[in-house]
């Protein structure tokens, strides 16, 4: 698997590279009226508006405004750009199958980790970005962009 390791707090991520579309500097999000708790907001990115999702809240970290060091990690999923804000981009690496363990084995601490992988550095919690938002929040979130394109829900 090839994968994008982030961090956040003291925990080490990854996401598969596949869904990854780009890097950039983390900004100050604009709000987002409608979108539910878990989306901070939105920013434009090259004309494009892409919500940016509360990962530090997700995964029970304290929330707080982006600082200058963090990175937004441009992803795609729900048929959309979503922004992951995280603390630091560690590496591209390439983890062996043999070396991903199911999360559940280990307990990993939530339902938003597909697996947990052994690097040479130490342990990684990898992300699925397909279960990060609740059917509810996927839905709402969807509504507050259609209301803010000015259209309507269909």
Do not use: W
């Amino acid at each position: 698997m090839d994968a994008l390791v982030f961090e956040l707090e003291d925990s080490r991520f990854a996401l598969a590279t596949e869904t990854v579309r780009e890097l950039t500097q983390a900004v100050l999000p604009s709000s987002l009226p409608g979108a539910p708790a878990i989306v901070q907001g939105i920013v434009d990115i090259g004309g494009e508006v892409v919500p940016v999702l509360d990962v530090r809240r997700r995964f029970g970290y304290p929330t707080r405004a982006p600082v200058p060091s963090d990175h937004f990690i441009v992803a795609t999923a729900y048929n959309q750009p979503l922004i992951l804000p995280v603390d630091r981009v560690v590496a591209m690496s390439t983890i062996d199958p043999g070396d991903i363990h199911e999360s559940k084995a280990l307990g990993a601490p939530s339902p938003y980790v597909s697996g947990v992988a052994r690097l040479n550095d130490g342990l990684c919690l990898i992300h699925s970005l397909e279960s990060f938002l609740s059917d509810g929040e996927a839905a709402d979130l969807a509504g507050a962009l259609v209301e803010l394109e000015g259209g309507s829900a269909q």
